[in-house]
């Protein structure tokens, strides 16, 4: 189980990952370069390939539990209000977003809300 309350979360936004949907590999080289990581988090990653009427929302999710232990929760939509060039942008680090700017929704079972 997942303990999120405090979990620093990471957001990589790399133009450089071609196939359609990042995976470990990819969260690996990010945390390789991103040297101040605090465990657990969880990191959000682009889906480049994507987007819902020229909005580009849609993040892979990944849970690391420490610097060994990389774990695919899958994909989540997330939409920012207003957004410049209707292009999702999120903070290179935080713990929560403003519900008053940002809106989210499970696309994967990891993250559906009951």
């Given at each position: 189980?997942?303990?999120?309350?405090?979990?620093?979360?990471?957001?990589?936004?790399?133009?450089?990952?071609?196939?359609?949907?990042?995976?470990?590999?990819?969260?690996?080289?990010?945390?390789?370069?991103?040297?101040?990581?605090?465990?657990?988090?969880?990191?959000?990653?682009?889906?480049?390939?994507?987007?819902?009427?020229?909005?580009?929302?849609?993040?892979?999710?990944?849970?690391?539990?420490?610097?060994?232990?990389?774990?695919?929760?899958?994909?989540?939509?997330?939409?920012?209000?207003?957004?410049?060039?209707?292009?999702?942008?999120?903070?290179?680090?935080?713990?929560?977003?403003?519900n008053e700017k940002f809106f989210f929704r499970g696309v994967t079972s990891t993250?559906?809300?009951?």
């Amino acid at each position: 189980m997942i303990d999120n309350e405090k979990m620093p979360i990471y957001f990589y936004s790399s133009l450089d990952i071609k196939e359609k949907m990042p995976t470990e590999l990819h969260c690996a080289e990010f945390q390789n370069s991103f040297k101040s990581i605090n465990y657990p988090c969880l990191i959000f990653m682009r889906l480049n390939w994507w987007n819902d009427y020229s909005h580009v929302t849609n993040f892979a999710c990944f849970y690391l539990n420490n610097s060994n232990s990389i774990e695919s929760l899958g994909i989540v939509k997330i939409i920012q209000l207003n957004a410049p060039d209707l292009k999702t942008e999120l903070p290179k680090e935080f713990e929560s977003l403003d519900n008053e700017k940002f809106f989210f929704r499970g696309v994967t079972s990891t993250f559906t809300i009951n």
